[in-house]
């Protein structure tokens, strides 16, 4: 069977604008969201975040549906809202009724946990919400999704850390290609800027405390963000017969575990996530134009992706666009590899590849093509979009632009 997925409509919610349009426009202009947060994280050293701007809640739910959506949830609905819209769907279509929903995230409703621990232990109160477990499991996302959207078919969430967004697209090409669903919503949401959170992050030490800046000599750490990025995916037939615009096609995807260690990258480990990707694709090596790095700006992830690509690619490393839209929203933990993913449509889409932003001076041991601070019009063939998690979970997607 060979069923080819297709990409047919794109929501994002994340620090660059409250939409795609909005999203797109900053990474083409290599503009960073990355400011000072809040001073009201009082005890916290990091300081500096990509958070959504002016994002009110009420503008888009109800009080009765605010009362059982924990804040990564509402950006998941958002998000996925847009993207139905975007591929000319709408709540009650037969196509949507029965597809699929897969949709990843790194923390959950922790928003919702932040709550009932301040109440507990710090207001001495004997009693919480009582929604706090349906609003803060981490499946709420999903099933929020669902039911906001009429989507009756398949619906779930994975956690896979950073991975967690590319293993649910991942996911929804699976399902699309064995036949089980035609049409899959699939994404990532995640929101991260809680005291405890913070706190926690404080203490892996990995976090910068002025700016993202991946591949650069003196990159100081990762920028945490939120977010959610999602995908409408739907079998080419599927496409074609009600005439919907396609953006590109989701030619293969690449997964691997490292099976090394709990936080340190493992080369070997990407080359073989990459290479999977490939293979699965039906590309060489050569045939690869642009890379959307995993690139966080820490010390260990950017020197082991850079030698991971050198090694898998070779001579063509050199003609590679490599880049990092981390840099421009920031870190949203699952949620990075789903707005990953849009950007690396919307590149294939436009022919343009985004820049890494905030690049200063490279380092030695990164010497690859990162697009630095400036977009760059160019077509794009191939694409792939990496995403490396804690834990050591890799997940590649291989992208192409579409033809008949």
């Known amino acids: 069977m060979n069923r080819r997925v297709m990409i047919t409509g794109l929501g994002s919610v994340s620090a660059l604008g409250l939409n795609v349009p909005s999203f797109w426009n900053a ?16 005890g916290v050293k990091i ?51 029965d597809a699929a929903v897969i ?22 109160s004997s009693r919480v919400h009582p929604l706090t477990i349906p609003r803060g499991m981490p499946s709420a996302a999903a099933s929020m ?40 919503l699939v994404g990532a949401s995640d929101a991260p ?23 650069s000599k003196d990159r100081s750490g990762m920028v945490l963000g939120e977010g959610s990025g999602m995908l409408l995916l739907e079998t080419e037939e599927h496409a074609k017969a009600r005439g ?51 690139g966080t700006a820490t010390l260990a992830n950017d020197i082991a992706e850079t030698e991971a690509i050198n090694q898998l690619f070779q001579g063509h490393a050199r003609q590679l666009a490599i880049s990092s839209t981390k840099s421009m929203h920031g870190h949203a933990l699952g949620a990075s590899s789903a707005l990953e993913l849009v950007a690396t449509t919307l590149s294939i889409h436009h022919g343009i590849i ?17 697009v630095p601070n400036q977009a760059r019009q160019q077509t794009i063939s191939n694409a792939l979009s990496n995403a490396f998690a804690f834990g050591g979970l890799n997940a590649v997607v291989a992208l192409k632009k579409y033809s008949t």
Request: hydrophobic fraction near 40%; proline fraction near 4%.
């Open 27 to 42: 990474i083409v202009e290599g503009r960073s969201a990355i400011k000072p947060l809040d001073p009201a994280y009082d």
């Open 47 to 97: 300081s500096v975040g990509a958070v959504l701007p002016e994002f009110q809640s009420d503008n888009y739910f109800s009080s009765d549906e605010l009362s059982l959506l924990d804040r990564f949830s509402q950006l998941a609905v958002v998000a996925a809202r847009e993207a139905v819209e975007d591929a000319g769907l709408s709540c009650g279509d037969q196509a949507l009724t």
């Open 103 to 124: 949709i990843g995230s790194g923390c959950g409703g922790k928003h919702t946990d932040e709550v009932t621990y301040e109440k507990l232990y710090r207001q001495n």
């Open 145 to 184: 999704v669902s039911l906001h959207l009429g989507i009756k078919g398949p619906a779930y969430v994975l956690s896979s850390a950073c991975a967690s967004g590319s293993h649910a697209i991942i996911q929804g090409i699976s399902m699309i290609k064995s036949g089980l669903v035609d049409v899959a």
């Open 193 to 215: 800027f809680t005291y405890g959170l913070l706190k926690s992050w404080d203490a892996l030490r990995v976090v910068s405390n002025d700016t993202c800046r991946p591949f």
């Open 244 to 294: 919907a615009r396609i953006y590109a096609e989701l030619a293969g995807c690449g997964m691997t575990s490292d099976a090394h260690h709990i936080t340190r990258p493992n080369v070997s480990g990407i080359i073989r996530a990459m290479d999977k990707a490939l293979l699965h694709a039906a590309l060489n090596v050569n045939e690869v134009d642009y890379i959307n790095a995993h």
């Open 354 to 370: 985004p820049p890494t932003a905030n690049f200063t001076e490279a380092d030695e041991l990164c010497d690859l093509d990162y």
